[in-house]
């Protein structure tokens, strides 16, 4: 038997070599952006590593901004500059709408509006969230609850400075972030400043879950091998989702008990409004429990831990930054003043501070790589774009594009103080939020949150690393996921100014 294993193996091994080069000639012939030259089998899921982010960022300085390479056996397309971006959504946007849907998002892409191909029940639910939850005059509606929680933030971190309690600043800007996001949909608080085990928890899951989806996953490599699930990372996405799912069936089965609130003075919540949406049996957004769940799911997960994490870096960068630090606070003080609260609508006269944000949305994108995939074949600069290739854009690396950003590493929220750039999806250059059609409908709750939250924090502490930290510097490690975020939580101890 050795002896015929051993006869057999030179032919094995020429047919495997055969394979592959007739595999390399018809990836050349098929006209594909420039990318490294995929090996057998694996193609180039050896030079990922465990932060693709910036791997990707560091080919694309090889290979240029729109690069193609093969994962496994799928065939994937980076875009790593505003230039070519402005290709894929904006002049093309319908034909990369769709997106790239990890596996170990499961049953949940069937009802997420983040993972839902456009089409018309995709249409109806971003209607909604449009007008009932993110519209300027809902908004302006819910101003006193905002204001509401950040005063309840301030009087916490007041109260750990009385203690000598270092803020754990992630953990309280994303309990902040839940709540303001709850009230604004149940009428209630989910978790609490003061309960550290129960706020954690839910961070934990939230943090756990945009983790496992944004994870390298054997069944998204080899497609045909999915039904397996051989990492298990489906099956942990499910469980994490049922943990929300229980919350949200609760507040929901509760509501239901109480009946409707149309008897009632006080504004319509969210789920107020779902639930009587939902009672027309509207065919075209089919608004059944499964639907709502995938909502909320999507809701909090986007919008807690992308605002919070935000928040976390941005105290990070300015700690680190004493000069910077120092002209935030000296705005606040001369805008703002001593009074007790800063408004929303006094955000328009402090451009540091917005130059702060968006310095902090360009180095810590949340999203660090948009997840697009081609519905059909296309010519893009001369190149091939397979029908249902994914498309990958860089966001990370287009906020550490040294052809548009000078010292691309260094944080210098002076940049923004003489340019017009914003980052609402119309200057491609800075698109944290995304761009086109499937720009993050929660945006405008996360600037206007974002910033009077930082605001409140600056204004009211003074803020000083640890001994141990102020020697050895902050860790800006990040841990990679669908969001990207600190991997070393940041602690800091404040004194009321």
């Given at each position: 038997?050795?002896?015929?294993?051993?006869?057999w193996?030179?032919w094995?091994?020429?047919?495997?070599?055969?394979l592959?080069?007739?595999?390399l000639?018809?990836?050349?012939?098929?006209?594909l952006?420039p990318?490294?030259?995929?090996?057998?089998l694996i193609?180039?899921?050896?030079?990922?590593g465990?932060?693709?982010h910036?791997s990707?960022?560091g080919?694309?300085?090889?290979?240029?901004?729109?690069?193609?390479?093969?994962?496994?056996?799928?065939?994937?397309?980076?875009?790593?500059?505003?230039?070519?971006?402005?290709?894929?959504?904006?002049?093309?946007?319908?034909?990369?709408s769709d997106?790239s849907?990890?596996?170990?998002?499961?049953?949940?892409?069937?009802?997420?509006?983040v993972?839902?191909?456009?089409?018309?029940?995709?249409?109806?639910l971003?209607?909604?969230?449009?007008?009932?939850?993110?519209?300027?005059h809902r908004?302006?509606?819910?101003?006193?609850?905002r204001q509401?929680?950040?005063?309840?933030?301030?009087?916490?971190?007041?109260?750990?400075?009385r203690?000598?309690?270092?803020?754990?600043v992630?953990?309280v800007?994303f309990?902040?972030s839940?709540?303001?996001?709850?009230r604004?949909?149940?009428s209630?608080?989910l978790?609490?400043?003061?309960?550290?085990?129960?706020?954690?928890?839910?961070?934990?899951?939230?943090?756990?879950?945009?983790?496992?989806a944004?994870?390298?996953?054997?069944s998204d490599f080899?497609?045909?091998?999915?039904?397996?699930?051989?990492?298990?990372?489906?099956?942990?996405?499910?469980?994490?989702?049922s943990?929300?799912?229980?919350?949200?069936?609760?507040?929901?089965d509760?509501?239901?008990l109480?009946?409707?609130?149309?008897?009632?003075?006080?504004?319509?919540?969210?789920l107020?409004?779902?639930?009587?949406l939902?009672?027309r049996?509207?065919?075209?957004?089919?608004l059944?429990?499964?639907?709502?769940?995938?909502?909320?799911?999507?809701?909090?997960a986007?919008?807690s831990d992308?605002s919070?994490?935000?928040?976390?870096?941005?105290?990070?960068?300015l700690l680190?930054?004493?000069?910077?630090?120092?002209k935030?606070c000296?705005?606040?003080?001369?805008?703002?003043?001593?009074?007790?609260?800063?408004?929303e609508?006094?955000?328009?006269?402090?451009p540091?501070?917005?130059a702060?944000?968006?310095?902090?949305?360009?180095?810590?994108?949340?999203?660090?790589?948009?997840?697009?995939?081609?519905?059909?074949?296309?010519?893009?600069?001369?190149?091939?774009i397979?029908?249902?290739a994914?498309?990958?854009?860089n966001?990370w690396a287009?906020?550490?594009?040294?052809?548009i950003?000078?010292?691309?590493?260094?944080?210098?929220?002076?940049?923004?103080?003489?340019?017009?750039?914003?980052?609402?999806?119309?200057?491609l250059e800075?698109?944290?939020?995304?761009?086109?059609?499937?720009?993050?409908?929660?945006?405008p709750?996360?600037i206007?949150?974002?910033?009077?939250v930082?605001?409140?924090?600056?204004?009211?502490?003074?803020?000083?690393l640890?001994?141990?930290?102020?020697?050895n510097?902050?860790?800006?490690t990040?841990?990679?996921?669908?969001?990207?975020?600190?991997a070393?939580?940041l602690?800091?101890?404040?004194?009321?100014?």
């Amino acid at each position: 038997m050795a002896t015929l294993i051993l006869g057999w193996l030179p032919w094995l091994l020429v047919s495997a070599l055969t394979l592959y080069l007739l595999d390399l000639i018809v990836h050349s012939r098929r006209r594909l952006p420039p990318g490294p030259c995929p090996l057998p089998l694996i193609g180039s899921l050896h030079l990922l590593g465990d932060q693709p982010h910036r791997s990707l960022a560091g080919l694309a300085e090889r290979y240029g901004p729109l690069m193609s390479l093969r994962l496994g056996a799928v065939t994937n397309v980076v875009v790593s500059s505003a230039d070519v971006v402005r290709e894929f959504v904006q002049k093309h946007d319908a034909v990369f709408s769709d997106r790239s849907i990890p596996d170990s998002i499961g049953d949940h892409r069937k009802n997420s509006i983040v993972f839902m191909n456009p089409g018309p029940r995709w249409r109806a639910l971003r209607r909604i969230m449009a007008t009932e939850l993110f519209s300027p005059h809902r908004l302006d509606a819910l101003h006193e609850l905002r204001q509401e929680k950040v005063a309840e933030l301030v009087n916490h971190v007041a109260r750990l400075a009385r203690e000598g309690t270092p803020v754990d600043v992630g953990r309280v800007a994303f309990t902040t972030s839940v709540n303001l996001l709850s009230r604004t949909i149940f009428s209630c608080d989910l978790t609490s400043l003061d309960d550290h085990g129960a706020s954690k928890e839910f961070q934990h899951v939230i943090a756990d879950m945009l983790e496992v989806a944004g994870s390298p996953n054997f069944s998204d490599f080899y497609p045909a091998f999915a039904a397996v699930d051989l990492q298990g990372l489906r099956r942990q996405g499910a469980r994490l989702l049922s943990q929300l799912h229980r919350l949200f069936d609760a507040e929901m089965d509760q509501r239901k008990l109480c009946g409707t609130r149309d008897d009632r003075k006080e504004k319509d919540d969210f789920l107020e409004v779902l639930l009587r949406l939902g009672a027309r049996d509207d065919d075209m957004t089919g608004l059944d429990g499964d639907t709502l769940r995938s909502l909320f799911s999507d809701l909090f997960a986007a919008g807690s831990d992308t605002s919070s994490s935000t928040m976390e870096w941005a105290m990070a960068e300015l700690l680190k930054n004493r000069v910077q630090l120092a002209k935030a606070c000296d705005e606040l003080v001369h805008v703002v003043g001593s009074k007790g609260r800063i408004e929303e609508s006094e955000i328009v006269r402090l451009p540091y501070l917005q130059a702060v944000v968006k310095e902090t949305l360009r180095l810590h994108p949340p999203a660090p790589l948009i997840l697009r995939r081609a519905k059909m074949e296309m010519q893009i600069r001369g190149y091939t774009i397979p029908k249902g290739a994914k498309i990958l854009i860089n966001v990370w690396a287009m906020g550490r594009d040294k052809h548009i950003w000078p010292e691309p590493d260094k944080f210098m929220p002076e940049r923004f103080l003489d340019r017009t750039i914003d980052f609402r999806g119309g200057d491609l250059e800075l698109i944290p939020f995304g761009a086109g059609r499937r720009i993050c409908p929660g945006m405008p709750l996360a600037i206007r949150m974002v910033h009077v939250v930082l605001a409140s924090l600056l204004m009211h502490f003074k803020w000083r690393l640890p001994d141990e930290v102020e020697q050895n510097g902050i860790d800006m490690t990040e841990r990679f996921g669908l969001t990207l975020v600190k991997a070393i939580p940041l602690s800091a101890l404040v004194t009321p100014t």
